[in-house]
């Protein structure tokens, strides 16, 4: 039959087939909310109604400013299903950017979590122009102008709704990528590629994730779909735990060993910190059996870490144009019963293609690079959950081949079992003379040692080798080390050319909104240093 790829597959087949699976919210105040999805469902009506009743039209944008919570995730099945678009705002953005984001989207009504109007206040003082009605999630500090209570608004709503047909090409989720490289580039998922992305992340050879997990995101709401899972979860009917607004190494810890989470999901930077916790504290997590981890590259060191307490790294690459994910890493059948050794390599990298993905990785010339795991090259793709635009970015647009393929401006290599190695962003390559230094490789063997809690690198221009690399390094607790003695314990791991000229030591390294580092910030403020 020819119907629709639509949102609301997903959540009436959830309603009708997991009723009773729980989901878990953590409140602003840390109090904990239980609902069932049939209690989810009755919510996600009240809300439709309530959105209609405010004016919300199909095609018309909705914003959220919220962590991952349940009315998020109300607010993700709702806003799409009566044909209008959710803009899931990034809560980290600059005061002066949050209003500027409100405006590019062309949001009409803007949902808030309680804790998160203060920032929102401080957005709109810099703006004393702006108006669009406001509803607040939760008790609040602050008092934004034109603002209705959340559940107040669902109170008066009936627990049914009738829902309209839609176009499986109309969009479901704006989501604005967190501008790592430039300026926030925003991403419409359609209900046809956010149904499709669910199936084909849900893998058992992608995320896994079934009926009788706990699952807990980390990775927000507000970039890019937390990878998937408020659409995967409800689909296959496991359990949800959001974390709300702590996502303090302790507070997460605790959520995990409470509510018994199986999978769990987030950028490095996060289980960096539940690491540290884990070891402090001697502990072990004996029901977690997954941790996916991305956004950026698992330094080894935390996938060694992690495998020792008897948890399972599995490593993930995508982007927001992706919706997101791309590739997983999974033990391949045919390295099954190979030495450790041989696993831990494939698993280290950034995995295999999940099924609606076609892509490609050629060299400078436009020819594919073999599959030898070594020759790297600039990854195009393809797909039904690909992007085909930006959402009115003038300037920038995606960079598109004569075969539809396109740039995600990653580096990499590809080895004969379908292992897709990210070298680099092509944008902090270190173009050191005739040579190219891999960022990320450099960071990840800095890291690999146990003074060092963090590493970024950058190449800064130099007078004679164009750039030469830097690195900016953030130590364990407690730890001490000098730039000598880190550069010398290098010269045992590195040929003499890829040992960075300088090792600068702060407190923090700057992170993007979703917890990458922030180069552009680091080449900004180094700038000179080599000159
Ligand atoms: P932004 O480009 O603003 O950071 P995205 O979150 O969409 O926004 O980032 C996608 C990029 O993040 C990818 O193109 C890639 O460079 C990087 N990335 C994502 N996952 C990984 C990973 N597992 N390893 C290395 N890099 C990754």
Redesign the pocket.
Known sequence: MDVPLVVRWIFEHALRNHASRPIVSREDDGSIVRLTYADFGRRVAQLAGALVEAGIRPGDRVASFGWNSHRHLELYFAVPMIGAVLHTTNIRLFPEQVCWAFEHAGDRLIFVDGSLAPAVERALATKPDFRRPFVVMGPSSASLPDAQDYEAMLARQPDRFDWPELDERSGAILCY?????GD?KGVVFTHRSTVLHAFAGGLADALGVRQRDTVMPVVPMF??NAWGIPFLAPMVGAKLVMPGNRLDPASLIELIEGEGVTISLGVPTVWLAVRDELEKRDLRLPTLHTLV??????PPSLFDDLERRGIRTV???????MS?IGTVSRVHADLEGEPWEKQRDVLLK?GRFTPLVAWKILDDDGRAVPHDGRTAGQLWVRGPAVTGSYYRTGAALPVFDAEGYFA???VCTIDEFGYLH?VD?SKDLVKSGGEWISS?DLENTIMGHPSVREAAVIGLAHLKWVERPVAVVALREGAALDEPSLQAWLGERLVKWQIPDRVLFVDAIPR?G?G?FLKRELRERYRDLLI
């Open positions: 990528t967190s501008a790592t490289t926030p970039h890019v981890i991305g956004g950026s590259a698992v490593h993930a690459w995508g982007m927001t144009e997101p950034q995600t401006g990653d990210i962003r990320v993007t979703v990458k």
